[in-house]
């Protein structure tokens, strides 16, 4: 009996495919792993633009100039680096997209080609691992913005009793709003990826207008900007650190809080659907709006300097100190309370696509027969409750420093997917032999390609020393480490990058520069497959024509109603 009751729960929990449009349920491939046919690539570059909005128009950006004032840098250096850096985010971005433009595919699928099918599994949980934490302390985040909007409402919630024991390092008011925000968050998780466009528009708007507003407010009343804008360098001459190491550490951490993001462009530009779109979209937002963004915030902050006689980086704290100064006033409390909600909705989205929905394809990947795209979503949000982010913000300072030092290890990773895609395989990829493992030529020895793996090592040694004293406080460590450290980027990219090319000239891989014949998958329109010298499929489709902002789909079809689990 209870061997027969587990077996009908895992037929139960097993996907269901639809073999007429080519979906397949396998250990290695569901229907969000498969090539995406173009009914499901929908996004032009202006939905691009709304995602990749959600990026740039958050808390973080608007508060990067401080990190690197802080350090003695003047302003004109670090909007220097923040130019500098988003340019190198935006290109990469573009590189590593790439892929999943010209063959449809997600970064879970890409590794295949170059780690092997099983050790794909090693950039994945990687991406998993991260996926989970980051999303619970944007949770964490976003409960902080909800607090805020709750006390606009409820003035008394502010003084609301903390119940919380005392060994738990947060009060009861934030909790509520974290468990609000949470919540908020879940139903969104239902939404499949082509179909996030119109939120993404709408909160990406939302958000620029607030934070326009609090600009424009904030220089209105104060009249101008206080001392902090026009901060000049104050690098002592006797400093550990040059002005150059400084910027080129600032530099180095302003593209690692953006490189987990970068390694997994594919899994959204493969719903583009042209390259143009994405590139654009993507250029447009990552680079010039994430700079007016960071420029904003400073001007902001500058200008409440002289308000309120204080620096407030922090958009939560400053929107409590707004409505303390306003007296409590009901023309305070509604301004603050749509600056919040503004923040809130964009935060939300940011997370739930950046976060939940790529820890959802990276899990389906690790789980194809049980897992796809919202049953992952699902339970990376669910994790939240386990990793506590409470715990890890208010606690341990130094694991976000830790968490945004990932690019240690996901620097290497990119050099050997750059170098892999252009300059090994030359841009060309057998579909077929990414989802069968029979005589794959991805299948390498035993699953794993061995000429990967001593690669990727080799470009985060050097810098792991660095990582471990500058987490560690290790000021008395030898200056070498550091400055490894500072450039681990561009370090860990170039060594193995170049190790990865030059083990393959002297180990060639097998069916490097090969493509299947004939489009198996209906993933490529007839225009598409003779740029790619491949046969069309019999059933191939044209790409939709949508106007600006639609979904893509018609909700009175019959596939409409399917996507959304309703009946006919």
């Not at 809130?344 to 997370?351: C, H, M, S, V």
């Not at 989802?435 to 061995?450: I, K, L, Q, R, T």
């Not at 790409?543 to 109603?561: C, F, K, V």
Request: with cysteine.
């Amino acid at each position: 009996m209870a061997a027969a009751t587990a077996r009908k729960v895992r037929d139960a929990a097993i996907l269901k495919a639809d073999s007429s449009r080519n979906e397949e349920t396998t250990a290695w491939c569901n229907r969000d792993l498969v090539p995406l046919p173009p009914s499901r690539r929908t996004w032009g570059w202006f939905n691009f633009f709304g995602a990749q909005s959600l990026g740039a128009l958050n808390v973080a950006t608007w508060q990067t100039p401080n990190t690197f004032l802080t350090q003695g840098l003047s302003v004109g250096q670090a909007m220097a680096i923040i130019v500098v850096s988003r340019f190198i985010v935006s290109l990469f971005a573009c590189i590593i997209a790439w892929c999943g433009l010209t063959w449809h595919i997600g970064f879970t699928i890409q590794n295949r080609f170059t780690w092997g099918m099983r050790g794909a599994y090693i950039p994945l949980l990687q991406r998993c691992l991260l996926n989970f934490i980051w999303n619970a302390i944007q949770c964490w985040n976003g409960g902080k913005l909800v607090t805020v909007c709750l006390t606009a409402l409820w003035p008394s919630f502010k003084q609301i009793k903390n119940t919380l024991p005392d060994n738990v390092p947060t009060t009861t008011s934030e909790m509520v709003g974290f468990t609000v925000f949470w919540l908020i968050s879940v139903p969104f998780l239902f939404i499949r990826p082509e179909r996030f466009k119109k939120p993404f528009f709408i909160s990406s708007v939302g958000c620029g207008v607030a934070m326009l507003a609090m600009m424009i407010w904030s220089l209105a009343v104060a009249k101008g900007v206080g001392p902090v804008f026009y901060k000049g360098e104050t690098v002592s001459s006797t400093s550990r650190w040059s002005v150059s190491w400084l910027m080129m550490a600032g530099l180095n951490q302003a593209i690692g809080q953006k490189v987990a993001g970068m390694a997994n462009e594919s899994d959204f530009s493969r719903y583009s659907k042209d390259h143009m779109a994405f590139v654009v979209g993507t250029v447009s937002v990552q680079w010039i709006v994430g700079i007016f963004v960071s420029l904003g915030g400073l001007v902001t902050t500058a200008a409440c300097q002289i308000i309120y006689g204080k620096i407030w980086w922090n958009p939560p704290d400053l929107m409590m100190v707004m409505m303390d100064d306003g007296k409590g006033s009901s023309g305070a409390r509604a301004g603050v309370f749509f600056l919040a909600l503004a923040f809130t909705f964009a935060i939300l989205f940011q997370n739930v696509c950046g976060n939940a929905v790529a820890g959802g394809i990276d899990l389906a990947g690790v789980f194809p027969r049980y897992i796809d795209i919202r049953r992952g979503a699902i339970i990376t949000f669910l994790a939240t409750w386990i990793i506590q982010p409470w715990q890890l913000i208010n606690r341990a300072a130094t694991f976000v420093t830790v968490l945004s030092s990932f690019s240690v290890f996901l620097a290497p990773l990119l050099g050997v997917m750059i170098c892999d895609y252009f300059f090994i395989r030359h841009q060309k990829v057998r579909l077929n032999h990414l989802y069968h493992p029979e005589n794959s030529d991805y299948w390498f020895a035993h699953g794993v390609n061995w000429r990967v793996i001593p690669c990727w090592i080799a470009g985060w040694a050097p810098t792991i020393g660095g990582l471990i004293v500058s987490v560690g406080g290790m000021s008395s460590a030898p200056d070498a480490l550091f400055q490894l450290y500072y450039t681990a980027f561009f370090t860990g990219l170039s060594i193995s990058f170049t190790l990865f090319y030059v083990v393959n000239l002297i180990f060639p891989v097998k069916g490097a520069g090969e493509f299947d014949p004939y489009d198996d998958w209906a993933t490529f329109t007839p225009g598409e497959a003779a740029k790619l010298n491949i046969v069309p499929n019999d059933n191939a489709e044209e790409l939709p024509h949508i106007r600006l902002g639609a979904s893509g789909y018609d909700p009175d079809s019959e596939q409409s109603r399917q996507e959304l689990g309703l009946k006919s």
